[in-house]
Nanobody, 114 residues
Framework: QVHLVESGGGLVQAGGSLRLSCAASGITFSITAIGWYRQAPGKQREWVARISSVGRTIYADSLKGRFTISGDAKKTVYLQMNSLKPEDTAVYYC?????????WGQGTQVTVSS
């Protein structure tokens, strides 16, 4: 089992920044990648970015340049979010990919006021 805990969410004004954290515990050696997703009210969950266990990163095209993923996929992964917009308001989840299954955290709320 892999346990994920997200933190760092909150309320921020448009144009501001937040850094989210995703801390992994349990059988972390099995993790091959950590991804960030978000889900806004009334919308489907959307993929944001991913970092592999060897540090390769990939981003959703619409967020490239404002969001940066970093860290160690087997320990703690960060999502630095800059120039935040009201449309970035969502619950942000991290997801651990292993050979057997994916694991999800409980999510952290990000609210961007205009």
């Amino acid at each position: 089992q892999v346990h994920l805990v997200e933190s760092g969410g909150g309320l921020v004004q448009a144009g501001g920044s937040l850094r989210l954290s995703c801390a992994a515990s349990g059988i972390t050696f099995s993790i091959t990648a950590i991804g960030w997703y978000r889900q806004a009210p009334g919308k489907q969950r959307e993929w944001v970015a991913r970092i592999s266990s060897v540090g390769r990163t990939i981003y959703a095209d619409s967020l490239k340049g404002r969001f940066t993923i970093s860290g160690d996929a087997k320990k703690t992964v960060y999502l630095q979010m800059n120039s935040l917009k009201p449309e970035d308001t969502a619950v942000y989840y991290c997801n651990a990919v292993t050979r057997e299954k994916d694991y999800w955290g409980q999510g952290t709320q990000v609210t961007v006021s205009s």
